[in-house]
C-alpha cells in the first residue's frame, strides 16, 4: 500500500521506504515538506507487513527490493515518462539500495539513503549483542528460521555489494549519534 501527494503533472516522483516496523507516513512526515519544496511529487509506501500493506514477514529489504522495483514500474505505467528518486530510512535505505543493485529503468535518477545498514547479517547480528546474545550461537537458528518461516535467507541482504552494482547517483547519509544502525 502506498500514498501518493500530487504536486504537478511534470514533476518529478519520490518513492519513499521507511525503517524497520515503522510506517510511510510517520518516517517520512518531515521528508514530505522538503521533498514538496524540492518540486517532487510523493508516493510514500509501506512496506510488506506494515501500516496498511499486507504479509506477515519483514524481509529487511530482500524481498522488499522487489516491491521497489514494482513500484517503479507502477510509476512509470501511472505517470509517464517522468524521473523517479528513491528514498528510504533504515531499512527503507537498505531497500532502496538492494533496489539499485539491479537494473533499473533510465527514469530512475538517483537513490538517497539514510542511516541504513550494510547488510540484513549484520544488523541481526548487531542486535544480537545489544541483547547480550551470542551471534555465533544464535544467528545459524535465525537464519533458518528466516528460510524455513519466512521465506528469505538473511545473508542474501548484502547491501554494501549492491551499492557497487548501482549505476545511478546515491547520497549516503549517516550521523555519529545514530544509536541503532551503526555509523560505520
Given at each position: 500500500?502506498?500514498?501518493?501527494?500530487?504536486?504537478?503533472?511534470?514533476?518529478?516522483?519520490?518513492?519513499?521506504?521507511?525503517?524497520?516496523?515503522?510506517?510511510?507516513?510517520?518516517?517520512?512526515?518531515?521528508?514530505?515538506?522538503?521533498?514538496?519544496?524540492?518540486?517532487?511529487?510523493?508516493?510514500?509506501?509501506?512496506?510488506?507487513?506494515?501500516?496498511?500493506?499486507?504479509?506477515?514477514?519483514?524481509?529487511?529489504?530482500?524481498?522488499?527490493?522487489?516491491?521497489?522495483?514494482?513500484?517503479?514500474?507502477?510509476?512509470?505505467?501511472?505517470?509517464?515518462?517522468?524521473?523517479?528518486?528513491?528514498?528510504?530510512?533504515?531499512?527503507?535505505?537498505?531497500?532502496?539500495?538492494?533496489?539499485?543493485?539491479?537494473?533499473?529503468?533510465?527514469?530512475?535518477?538517483g537513490v538517497l539513503a539514510d542511516c541504513g545498514y550494510t547488510s540484513a547479517k549484520a544488523i541481526i547480528k548487531k542486535?544480537?549483542?545489544?541483547?547480550?546474545?551470542?551471534?555465533?550461537?544464535?544467528?545459524?537458528?535465525?537464519?533458518?528460521?528466516?528460510?524455513?518461516?519466512?521465506?528469505?535467507?538473511?545473508?542474501?541482504?548484502?547491501?554494501?555489494?549492491?551499492?557497487?552494482?548501482?549505476?545511478?547517483?546515491?547520497?549516503?547519509?549517516?550521523?555519529?549519534?545514530?544509536?541503532?544502525?551503526?555509523?560505520?
Amino acid at each position: 500500500a502506498a500514498r501518493y501527494y500530487h504536486l504537478s503533472d511534470s514533476a518529478a516522483l519520490q518513492i519513499q521506504f521507511h525503517g524497520y516496523r515503522s510506517t510511510a507516513v510517520r518516517d517520512f512526515s518531515g521528508g514530505f515538506q522538503l521533498a514538496q519544496k524540492m518540486g517532487r511529487s510523493l508516493l510514500v509506501v509501506d512496506q510488506r507487513a506494515s501500516g496498511k500493506s499486507e504479509g506477515t514477514t519483514i524481509c529487511f529489504g530482500i524481498k522488499e527490493k522487489y516491491d521497489c522495483l514494482e513500484w517503479i514500474k507502477y510509476a512509470l505505467e501511472r505517470f509517464g515518462d517522468i524521473p523517479i528518486m528513491l528514498t528510504g530510512v533504515s531499512m527503507g535505505a537498505a531497500t532502496v539500495m538492494l533496489a539499485a543493485g539491479e537494473p533499473l529503468p533510465e527514469n530512475v535518477i538517483g537513490v538517497l539513503a539514510d542511516c541504513g545498514y550494510t547488510s540484513a547479517k549484520a544488523i541481526i547480528k548487531k542486535v544480537m549483542r545489544d541483547i547480550k546474545i551470542p551471534p555465533a550461537l544464535l544467528y545459524p537458528f535465525v537464519r533458518l528460521g528466516a528460510i524455513i518461516f519466512g521465506g528469505f535467507d538473511p545473508d542474501d541482504g548484502d547491501v554494501l555489494a549492491a551499492a557497487r552494482n548501482c549505476r545511478v547517483p546515491a547520497l549516503f547519509i549517516h550521523g555519529e549519534a545514530d544509536d541503532f544502525v551503526p555509523w560505520a
